[in-house]
């Protein structure tokens, strides 16, 4: 089956698996994908929402430049003519503007930084924190935060008011705490090869 992102019948939601060489013109699609995400009729897609796994840093490099210049160049109406399946009024006019300031959050990842990035997203969920041999006196600025932030709103679903009390005792301020927290997971980590198996 004949697979063209240029024209505006070739359906662009659900399972997809292509074969292509090289230079076939994987990125080339991957640039138009997220352009008629953009701009679809129904339930357009923000640029927030598109998420591109590639297999090395080069090319996701690459997808970002060539994603932001073809913002570029159709707002500019430079290339807009030569897309089928665009078609430009008020609003997806804004859509790409939004998407053309948004670039610098496009979620465009190697399979390595997505899967890091999904673990310290979600560190205390997969119980997987960061290695033993980790410099203490660097602790991750956005790991602390996340930890006080927890502790403020969820630490009365998980402790008594006695043991609420015990702790006002001992830290007068939830960075301490947040701290001794921290401080004992690492301590706790799994070692590199704990984490392996």
């Known amino acids: 089956m004949r697979f063209s992102i240029l024209e ?3 359906p662009l939601l659900g399972h997809k ?3 292509a060489s090289a230079g076939t013109g ?3 699609a991957i640039e138009h994908l997220v352009l008629r ?4 009729e129904d339930n357009p897609f923000s640029l927030k929402e598109i998420l591109i796994v590639t297999f090395t840093k080069a090319a996701a490099s690459e997808l970002k430049i060539r994603i932001k210049n073809s913002l570029e160049q159709v707002l500019l109406r430079q290339y807009a003519h030569l897309f089928p399946y665009l078609q430009l009024n008020d609003v997806t006019r ?3 503007k939004d998407a053309a300031i ?3 959050d496009c979620q465009i990842f190697t399979i390595h930084s997505f899967c890091l ?5 979600f560190a205390f969920e997969s119980h997987l924190m960061l290695p033993q041999e980790m410099d203490h006196s660097s602790v991750n600025v956005t790991l602390l935060w996340e930890c006080k932030n927890f502790l403020r709103e969820e630490i009365s679903k998980i402790c008594t008011v006695e043991e609420l009390q015990l702790l006002l005792q001992e830290f007068s301020h939830v960075d301490g705490l947040a701290t001794k927290l921290l401080d004992s997971l690492y301590k706790k980590a799994p070692t590199s090869n704990e984490v392996v198996q």
């Open 17 to 19: 698996v292509l074969q």
């Open 8 to 10: 505006k019948e070739t």
């Open 117 to 121: 990035s999904t673990l310290r997203e």
């Open 94 to 96: 804004q859509r790409l």
């Open 37 to 40: 995400l953009l701009t679809l």
């Open 102 to 104: 948004e670039i610098s």
């Open 26 to 28: 994987k990125t080339f």
